[in-house]
C-alpha cells in the first residue's frame, strides 16, 4: 500500500513540473473558470430569462473570478485551523472528517470543487459545533468553571 501511495504521489509531481507559476496564478484569477461557468448558467437560465440575464451580466463574471482563489484560501485556512488551533481532538477529527468529505463530494468539480467542497465542509462542521455545542469556545468554558469555582459553584 506504501509503494503504491508513493508511485501515485511521484506521477502527481511528474504531472505538475510543467505548470508555471504563471499558469497557476492564471487557474486562480478565474477567467476561465468564469467564463465557462457563466456560459453553464446562462445555458440552465435561459437568454430570455431574468435569472439567464443576470447570470450573463458583467457583475456575474467578476464574482465568478473570485472564486478559485477563495476555495483555495478557505481550504489552507481551514487546514491551518485544525493543525494550529487549540481544539481538542475530537473537534480536529470532526473538522478533518467534514473537509474530507466536502472534499470528496466536490472532486468532480476537479481541484477547485475539492477546495471549495473541503471549505464548506470546514464550515459546516464549525456551525454544527457552535449550534451544539452553544456557541462557546473551549477557552469561553474554562473561565466560566473558573468563575464559578471563584463564586463557590454559582454562575
Not at 106 to 119: K, L
Amino acid at each position: 500500500m506504501l509503494g503504491h501511495t508513493i508511485d501515485n504521489k511521484a506521477q502527481q509531481l511528474e504531472q505538475l513540473k510543467g505548470v508555471s507559476v504563471e499558469d497557476l496564478l492564471g487557474i486562480l484569477g478565474g477567467k476561465g473558470f468564469a467564463n465557462s461557468a457563466q456560459a453553464e448558467l446562462m445555458a440552465r437560465g435561459g437568454q430570455a430569462t431574468q435569472l439567464g440575464r443576470l447570470a450573463g451580466s458583467r457583475l456575474a463574471n467578476t464574482a465568478l473570478r473570485f472564486v478559485p482563489g477563495l476555495s483555495v484560501a478557505g481550504a489552507a485556512l481551514g487546514a491551518a485551523d485544525i493543525v494550529a488551533g487549540n481544539d481538542s481532538l475530537a473537534n480536529k477529527a470532526m473538522d478533518t472528517a467534514a473537509m474530507g468529505i466536502g472534499g470528496t463530494l466536490g472532486a468532480v468539480g476537479g481541484p477547485i470543487g475539492i477546495a471549495a467542497g473541503a471549505s464548506l465542509g470546514k464550515m459546516a462542521s464549525d456551525a454544527t459545533q457552535f449550534v451544539l455545542g452553544g456557541g462557546k469556545s473551549a477557552e469561553q468554558r474554562k473561565m466560566e468553571e473558573a468563575l464559578a469555582a471563584l463564586r463557590g459553584g454559582q454562575i
